[in-house]
């Protein structure tokens, strides 16, 4: 369990080279993260300690390029061990961006699923 003590912020940097970047602070020790689209954890996520920076970790999301697809794709970046978005990031590829409006719908349908997911299992497990 995560030390109540502990709250840890994750701040966008860049997107450079296909790669997510971003800082984290606020964990005395090596955070465990994923990378969720879709429903589905994206690979590669590194969670690196800044020498020079005490309790400053540096954190890399290669986009995969098969998320690159039409349309609005959103990423959440989660806390492992308490389910937390830390942080998303969108992208919108083949059509022109009228709005932030679609990015941000995509993000409620992605928080709406892991809520649904997270629902469905606490009734199956407090099943009597």
Known sequence: MKDSVDHISLTRTRIR????????SG??????????????????LTVTALPDRPGLWAVR????VAALT???QTFLIRDRATGETLDHFTMITGVAMED????????????????KKAFRRHCLETEV
């Open 100 to 115: 932030d409006l679609r990015a941000e719908v995509d993000l409620l349908r992605a928080e709406l699923d892991m809520l």
């Open 61 to 64: 999301v290669p986009i995969p």
């Open 27 to 44: 964990a005395a020790t090596q955070p465990a993260l994923e990378v969720r689209h879709l429903e589905a954890e994206v690979p590669g």
């Open 70 to 72: 039409e349309g609005v």
């Open 17 to 24: 080279n296909g790669v997510w970047e971003g800082e984290l």
